[in-house]
């Protein structure tokens, strides 16, 4: 019998867990999903706190609701979701396509990513889907991004950070430059953005490319 699953063009886990930087995952998955990107994504319960203190946004817990929230959100700002292209999953999902490597994405963010996370990640406790779908991509050598957004950073820290790294794993803090002299928050928020989307090999026109614009040097 041949197999009749076939894997969409574009598909990226995006994790988004309790550590400070609900706008970039917010911009992120609206960049994904922009352009026709199939996002699985999982959303901790203390990143819903933190979307509630920096986006004023409060987000339902139940999976299928937060799908739909997050389709009318996208929608009222102009973009047009086709069926399942966001699919949203619970923390102990375990049956769903990122837990396993015969279907998970190769490509996964984790944007916030807390310390907590970041220390499952690296120890692989998989205690939930999102620290099960890392370990997941990290077993079938696929692509990982954390974006961590804390400082001052610790020993420990610095340790998980270390060790996955050399497992492959880019390590993406969430430091925006200055060079492209940005004029709001939201321009500080795409420089990160746009990093993360150069590393998944996505289009991205929210930054100038270094070389290609020219800077004064007069004094």
């Not at 994790?15 to 400070?20: F, K, L, V």
């Not at 619970?90 to 999902?93: F, Q, T």
């Not at 610095?158 to 996955?164: G, Q, T, V, W």
């Not at 026109?205 to 490319?209: G, I, S, T, Y």
């Given at each position: 019998?041949?197999?009749?699953?076939k894997r969409?063009p574009?598909?990226v886990?995006l994790?988004?867990?309790?550590?400070?930087g609900?706008?970039?995952?917010?911009?992120?998955?609206e960049?994904m999903?922009?352009?026709?990107?199939?996002?699985?994504l999982?959303m901790?319960?203390?990143a819903?706190?933190v979307?509630?203190?920096e986006?004023?946004?409060?987000?339902?817990?139940?999976p299928?609701?937060?799908?739909?929230?997050?389709g009318?959100?996208?929608?009222?700002r102009g973009i047009?979701?086709?069926?399942?292209?966001?699919?949203?999953f619970?923390?102990?999902?375990w049956f769903s396509?990122?837990?396993?490597?015969?279907?998970a994405p190769k490509?996964?963010?984790?944007?916030?990513?807390?310390?907590?996370?970041?220390?499952?990640?690296?120890?692989?406790?998989?205690?939930?889907?999102?620290?099960?779908?890392a370990?997941v991509?990290l077993?079938?050598r696929?692509?990982?991004?954390?974006v961590?957004r804390?400082m001052p950073?610790n020993?420990?820290h610095?340790?998980?950070?270390?060790?996955?790294s050399?497992?492959?794993v880019?390590i993406?803090?969430?430091?925006p430059?200055?060079?492209h002299?940005?004029?709001?928050?939201?321009?500080?928020?795409?420089?990160?953005?746009?990093?993360?989307?150069?590393?998944?090999n996505?289009?991205q026109?929210?930054?100038?490319?270094w070389g290609?614009?020219?800077?004064?040097?007069k004094?």
């Open positions: 019998m041949v197999d009749s699953f969409a574009q598909q886990t994790a988004i867990t309790g550590a400070s609900a706008p970039y995952a917010l911009r992120l998955l960049t999903l922009a352009q026709d990107v199939d996002v699985f999982m901790s319960s203390a819903r706190v979307f509630a203190a986006e004023n946004m409060k987000l339902p817990s139940a299928e609701a937060l799908q739909q929230k997050l009318e959100y996208f929608s009222a047009s979701l086709r069926a399942q292209q966001l699919r949203v619970g923390k102990e999902e396509p990122v837990a396993s490597g015969s279907a490509n996964m963010v984790v944007c916030p990513c807390s310390t907590g996370t970041l220390s499952a990640i690296a120890t692989g406790a998989s205690n939930t889907l999102i620290e099960r779908a370990d991509v077993k079938e696929g692509q990982l991004i954390l961590p804390e950073l020993a420990i610095l340790e998980h950070m270390l060790k996955l050399q497992l492959g880019t993406m803090p969430a430091s430059g200055f060079y002299q940005p004029q709001s928050i939201h321009d500080l928020v795409d420089f990160v953005v746009a990093r993360i989307l150069d590393h998944l996505l289009a026109d929210f930054v100038p490319r290609y614009t020219k800077h004064s040097n004094e």
